[in-house]
Nanobody
Framework: QVQLVESGGRLVQAGCSLRLSCAAS????????MGWFRQAPGKEREFVAA????????YYADSVKGRFTISRDNAKNAMWLQMNTLNPEDRVVYYC??????????????????WGQGTQVTVSS
């Protein structure tokens, strides 16, 4: 059974940093793109960041560019999202996702086949 499990979400103050982790099991994603999405209550899930299978290419939403950094370790089947200078607008549930296709990196939610359950990030002002 394929599983993606996020962790690291918690309550932090605005301006602080947080690192989210995504641990994959059940299959390897070393040849697949992976990404982070987030969703606020009552809103659609939005793209945050994506990383290619070889980590050479990364994509970021404009709202997080320069503040967030996505990374992965294929040997550990894991991915991370380093979030700096958090603001109240970053207060949402973050999801990690993995593509089913090989050697391709998507940036839309419909392109990702596997999803985690999400981890809540709360930013106090």
């Amino acid at each position: 059974q394929v599983q993606l499990v996020e962790s690291g979400g918690r309550l932090v103050q605005a301006g602080c940093s947080l690192r989210l982790s995504c641990a994959a099991s059940g299959r390897t994603f070393r040849n697949s793109g992976m990404g982070w999405f987030r969703q606020a209550p009552g809103k659609e899930r939005e793209f945050v960041a994506a990383i290619s299978w070889h980590s050479l290419t990364t994509y970021y939403a404009d709202s997080v560019k320069g503040r967030f950094t996505i990374s992965r370790d294929n040997a550990k089947n894991a991915m991370w999202l380093q979030m700096n200078t958090l603001n109240p607008e970053d207060r949402v549930v973050y999801y990690c996702a993995a593509d089913l296709r090989t050697y391709y990196t998507g940036t839309h939610s419909y392109e990702f086949h596997y999803w985690g359950q999400g981890t809540q990030v709360t930013v106090s002002s």
